[in-house]
């Protein structure tokens, strides 16, 4: 079992940056691979970005060159750091862990874009 709390969610202006933290408790968090996903109002959940246990990541094309995902094994947490946003990315962003058929997810934290 994996529990998932993130956090770093608020209200930010157009072109404002946020850093999403989650933290990850209850199995060896290193052999996960972690992920953050994110749902708009009206819309399916879909994959922002993913590291896995090696380091690879990969990114939505919608957030290329803006957000960066990272992870601190030694303090069982992955990061998600945004830059440049913009009203479209206006969700809620959840954590995921997940390896094999094991999946885990997050509660959630809501981010807004809006002048």
């Known amino acids: 079992q994996v529990q998932l709390v993130e956090s770093g969610g608020g209200l930010v202006q157009p072109g404002g940056s946020l850093r999403l933290s989650c933290a990850a408790s209850?199995?060896?968090?290193?052999?996960?691979?972690m992920a953050w996903y994110r749902q708009a109002p009206g819309k399916q959940r879909e994959l922002v970005a993913a590291?896995?246990?090696?380091?690879?990541?990969d990114y939505a094309d919608s957030v290329k060159g803006r957000f960066t995902i990272s992870r601190d094994n030694a303090k069982n947490t992955v990061f998600l750091q945004m830059n440049s946003l913009k009203p479209e990315d206006t969700a809620v962003y959840y954590c995921n862990a997940a390896r094999w058929t094991s999946v885990y997810w997050g509660q959630g934290t809501q981010v807004t874009v809006s002048s």
């Open positions: 590291i896995a246990s090696g380091g690879g990541t």
């Open positions: 209850g199995s060896i968090f290193s052999i996960y691979t």
